[in-house]
């Protein structure tokens, strides 16, 4: 059998089957898909529209049904479990957490309606039901397969990495960045780094897509190998006088109970005053912000330079901290053999190199923000203490990320708010990382790694990538290109990275890299551009122990227990590695002996050892859910080294805060930028640097004057969740434009548009709203392609119109800094996908529209039926046949 997916069902041609028609047309109406996803599922009291989580009940379970602990495991930054109802065989509903209590540390962990509508992921037509091979003779982006056995499979995967290892060596092998079965104990790795470094190592890379300039910049600042984080919600709840969420928007980054959506709604019913720093008026601004600042995209070190001038020239700044605990700030407190007016405070006051003085007018100019805004907001920040500043990681994901993120650690500074209880760092909200074991990888023998952004590169030119010009470590040049490249749970080829047609391009050369294997649960357009393609499990068909992650001071660790036997002819991740693992001769020394519950348990041993009040992984598997907390209380970074920073110095050369810091001083002189462009420059300061495609250039770029930016979106985590129907009815894809940048392109609200550049062309439906600056735009990341034969995706993948050039040091995705032009899509355009079609022959479980909207509908009947339509995701209602 052939088969073409370029017609999948969540693309192009609908298929044959029962078709559901939106039951949302009144959710443009009263914003039931910001209200929904917000708040549904995430709240220990009353949720939206009334729906009390605490005080539901559920129906009977049928007669021999069983309930089986599992979780939701995306790149979200929490980790929420989910009971799992099965009857014979199959899984008919998905309930939420019933443990714990309403209490901050003690809070259920109630999954939002995303993972809640876990079903439609287990049974969905996209999932990948068995092992395909590429058309002979098709291109890659073609998207031609044959099915295949799975010992044909295992044969072509063994035959291909032995070949890579033989013929280029381990160095040529890449295992892609992705999380689409994000940081499960087993499934994260899923086996694969365990296998390649047994047969002697693969190539690296450091840094994710996340937040990859801030966590390469930091060690700079701070002398921290990763991100800075700062203190947690919790701590700034009892603590604080002022948060400040700069570029942080938890309402929608960190949904669910897990997350830190409950904890900032609590920060708002206590009475914290919150600012929000964002150039979109998120779901954060929106239900938590006392007041909102808007600056450009791109310009938020000029933001904290026009708050510095103020700082320094009102005497409101921390001096007594900044000579105690920091290098930089002054002229006075220096690294050696620096020349005079190269501190902060000169580049602030005009008496650096550039001259120019940092006055709140000059800072409004270039961002945006009223020249008085910036100074009231200065005067508060120099007169409230503590403060925990707190940013997200929008800002780092700009062309000049690292000098973003290091100018908002040095506001933190600036203010004297470092290491007390209340204050922060000026990194992201702190949290307890999980203590309990993880599957062992092992060493990797291949040292050489490169940033996670540059792996196009590596295919494409990857013995000419070098340490000076390109960031390459471990070695002073690549010595080959990749060859072998196995995409696990990743959907970075086709979706998640920068220019998506280069991306397939670089790909369609098969002299480049000879071999692409992804490995998934649904058939992405990652998978679309492979050679070979294993269907995985889903996390509710194999045995997995799944922490917490960035889910503040209470962590956890949730049973993973398989639910259902794999449907189809998927297999668990490990089972393949197993399986090619015994082909290449290392069986043995692969399993140790054990299959993945065998692993499971011995991983959960591990942990108990070390931490005796854990409970075993029987007692877990009853109980579910297991919390614990910080044995030192509620986060507050760098303590120790506030209370004494000869005893605990930081890990940089002074042991102090480095404003300025010599080593990147030093580099500025020997990197390289032979295809530079502007904003290509290390500089020692966090300056503001006008960059390619930032806010000068849109402001004189009569061909696209608009700056883009990708905001994180309720329906999904990334492009996960981005396939299922419920998750789409409930939020649209749309392009957030303001009233003023539409009305001059005579677009209104819901229009079809096209936006545009030089890299590509995405059609969508336009959000028309005052709750984005003018002169940007917004759209939602990591919606499914779905390409015309002309070339337009229709999907709104935001991918399409970003760039691939990497950051300053970090090479890393400023993926925020791109131009564009919008205008209407040409007559006839429609909504993509109006209508989702469900073969019955391949979906155990269908879906059918329970509620209907009338014309003419009333408010209220809009408010029932969105709270109808919450039930339905919440599982509190049927959501159609049941198996």
């Not at 009144?26 to 529209?49: I, P, R």
């Not at 694969?192 to 690296?204: E, K, Q, S, V, Y």
């Not at 570029?247 to 929608?252: A, H, K, S, T, V």
């Not at 800094?817 to 209407?824: C, D, F, M, N, R």
């Amino acid at each position: 059998m052939t088969i073409d997916s370029g017609e999948r069902a969540s693309e192009a041609e609908p298929r044959p089957g029962m078709t559901r028609r939106s039951v949302l047309a009144w959710g443009s109406a009263v914003g039931a898909g910001a209200a929904l996803m917000s708040a549904a599922g995430c709240s220990s009291e009353s949720d939206t529209f009334g729906l009390d989580n605490r005080n539901v009940e559920y129906r009977p379970l049928p007669d021999g049904a069983k309930e089986v602990w599992s979780a939701c495991v995306v790149n979200c930054g929490s980790r929420c479990p989910l009971r799992l109802v099965v009857n014979d065989g199959q899984i008919v509903r998905v309930l939420p957490d019933n443990t714990g209590d309403d209490s901050l540390l003690g809070r259920q962990i109630r999954a939002c309606p995303r993972g809640r509508n876990m079903r439609q992921r287990i049974y969905n037509p996209d999932r990948i039901k068995a092992p395909l091979k590429r058309v002979e003779g098709a291109k890659r982006s073609e998207g031609k397969f044959e099915e295949i056995t799975w010992e044909e499979a295992f044969d072509l995967f063994a035959e291909k990495l032995r070949h890579t290892i033989d013929t280029y060596g381990n160095e040529a092998i890449y295992k892609n960045y992705g999380s689409g079965v994000w940081n499960a104990h087993l499934g994260y790795s899923g086996g694969w780094p365990r296998l390649f470094n047994l047969l002697g190592g693969f190539l690296g890379y450091y840094g994710n897509y996340s937040y990859l300039q801030i966590s390469q910049c930091t060690r700079f600042h701070y002398g921290a190998p990763d991100e800075q984080i700062s203190n947690s919600f919790e701590d700034a709840i009892e603590n604080s006088k002022l948060l400040v969420l700069w570029g942080n928007n938890p309402q929608e980054t960190r949904m669910s109970g897990g997350g830190l959506t409950f904890v900032s709604n609590f920060a708002h019913q206590k009475g914290l005053r919150i600012i929000v720093v964002d150039p979109r008026y998120s779901d954060s601004a929106s239900v938590l912000a006392d007041d909102w600042i808007a600056p450009r995209p791109g310009t938020d070190a000029a933001l904290v330079a026009g708050i510095a001038h103020v700082l320094f020239t009102e005497n409101l700044a921390d001096t007594a901290f900044l000579d105690k605990y920091c290098i930089g700030h002054d002229e006075e407190h220096m690294p050696d053999g620096v020349p005079a007016n190269n501190s902060y405070r000169a580049y602030i006051m005009g008496q650096g190199e550039d001259g120019v003085e940092k006055t709140p007018e000059w800072a409004a100019d270039i961002t945006g923000v009223p020249a008085h805004k910036i100074v009231s907001f200065a005067r508060e920040l120099g007169t409230t203490k503590p403060v925990n500043i707190s940013q997200g990681w929008g800002p780092q994901r700009h062309a000049n990320g690292e000098n973003q993120a290091r100018a908002i650690y040095t506001l933190a500074a600036l203010t004297g708010n470092i290491g007390i209880p209340g204050g922060g760092t000026g990194g992201r909200e702190g949290y307890y990382w999980p203590v309990t074991q993880w599957f062992p990888d092992g060493d990797n023998p291949v040292t050489t790694t490169i940033s996670c952004y540059s792996w196009v590169d590596a295919i494409d030119h990857g013995e000419e990538m070098t340490e000076l010009k390109d960031g390459v470590r471990g070695r002073e040049r690549l010595q080959t290109g990749i060859k072998f490249l196995l995409n696990y749970g990743s959907n970075m080829s086709g979706s998640q990275h920068g220019d998506i047609n280069k991306t397939r391009a670089v790909l369609d050369d098969e002299t480049k890299c000879e071999f692409v294997v992804t490995v998934d649960n649904q058939f992405t357009a990652t998978a679309r551009m492979s050679d070979l393609i294993l269907p995985d499990c889903t996390t509710s068909e194999r045995w997995d122990l799944i922490p917490s992650e960035y889910t503040g001071d209470m962590a956890y660790l949730i049973m993973g227990e398989k639910a259902i036997e794999p449907i189809f002819e998927s297999k668990p991740a490990y089972e393949m590695c197993t399986e090619i693992a015994k082909r290449m001769g290392i069986e043995e020394e692969f399993t140790e002996g054990r299959d993945l519950e065998g692993w499971a348990r011995w991983m959960q041993e591990q942990t108990v050892a070390e931490h005796p009040d854990f409970p075993s992984f029987d007692e877990l598997r009853e109980q579910g859910v297991y919390r614990y907390y910080n044995p030192d209380g509620l986060t507050v970074a760098l303590k120790d080294f506030r209370d004494d920073p000869d005893a605990n110095p930081l890990d940089t050369p002074s042991g102090k805060i480095e404003i300025f810091s010599k080593q990147l001083w030093d580099m500025s002189k020997t990197w390289e930028f032979p295809d530079a462009l502007p904003g290509d420059k290390i500089t020692a300061l966090p300056e503001h640097v006008d960059t390619w495609e930032g806010a000068l250039e849109a402001r004189k770029n009569e061909k696209y004057p608009l700056q883009c930016i990708g905001h994180h979106f309720k329906g999904r985590t990334h492009s996960t969740y981005g396939n299922l129907t419920l998750n789409r009815e409930a939020h649209h894809q749309r392009a957030w434009i303001n009233t003023l940048d539409a009305k001059d392109r005579g677009i209104e609200n819901n229009d079809m548009v096209r936006i545009h550049n030089d890299r590509g062309t995405i059609q969508l439906p336009a959000m028309v709203t005052p709750r984005i600056m003018p002169g940007v735009i917004s759209v939602p990341q990591g919606a499914w392609l779905n390409i015309d034969a002309d070339g337009v995706d229709h999907g709104g993948a935001v991918n399409m119109l970003t760039s691939q050039h990497k950051t300053p040091y970090a090479k890393g995705n400023g993926q925020h800094t791109v131009l564009v032009e919008v205008e209407l899509a040409p007559a006839g355009a429609s909504y993509p996908d109006p209508d989702r079609h469900i073969d019955l022959n391949e979906a155990p479980v269908t879906y059918t529209s329970t509620f209907e909207t009338a014309s003419g509908s009333s408010p209220n009947d809009i408010a029932r039926q969105a709270a109808a339509f919450a039930a339905i995701a919440l599982g509190t209602a049927d959501a159609g046949t049941h198996a």
